[in-house]
């Protein structure tokens, strides 16, 4: 029994001592993960030197915040624009990484996307085409009436039934409709 201990006991040492090197060693930075948010622009805080604020609004109403450092490329097409050039309501694609130890989203890109390409294709896809024919649903038969009750539910649980309803024609007569005279 005395040996088991002997070696649970080398072997957590060596176990331990040859951890050491793997938690001392530096580890390369991992590049972040390039997410994308297209939305918005609710507003650009540019009170801080080091980077901006940006909040865009998503198609779903949340809105987040985004910081735009120095390296940020902020472009209209070809075109670059800056962070002035950015104002509430302006439609953007944002391209950002995530910090956890910071739990910031720093920007990567940010594109611009112009409002009269959005203005057309909403326009295009609200006209409706001129080549599909306009189609019109068959008419539903028309359903025949509910039919009346024969008679009215008995009052009392021991009443006998009641009578059938006379018939609303008036019978008729023997006499003809026209005489002659």
Known sequence: MRHVMVRWTLAAALGAVAAVPAFCAEEAPKALPTLLIKGEVVSVDMNDPSASLLKVKDRYGFETPIYLTPETKIAQGDQSLTTAGLHQ????EVEY???INTAKRHAVSVK?????????AA????????AAPATTAPAMPSMPPAP????PAPS?????????????AAPASNTPAHSTQ
């Open 89 to 92: 309501g302006t439609a953007v």
């Open 112 to 120: 611009v996307t112009p409002p009269a390409a959005s203005a057309s």
């Open 156 to 168: 009392a649980p021991n009443s006998a039934p009641a009578a059938a309803p006379a018939p609303s």
């Open 148 to 151: 009346a009750a024969a008679s």
């Open 123 to 130: 326009g295009i896809a609200a006209t409706p085409s001129a």
């Open 97 to 99: 990484n995530f910090d």
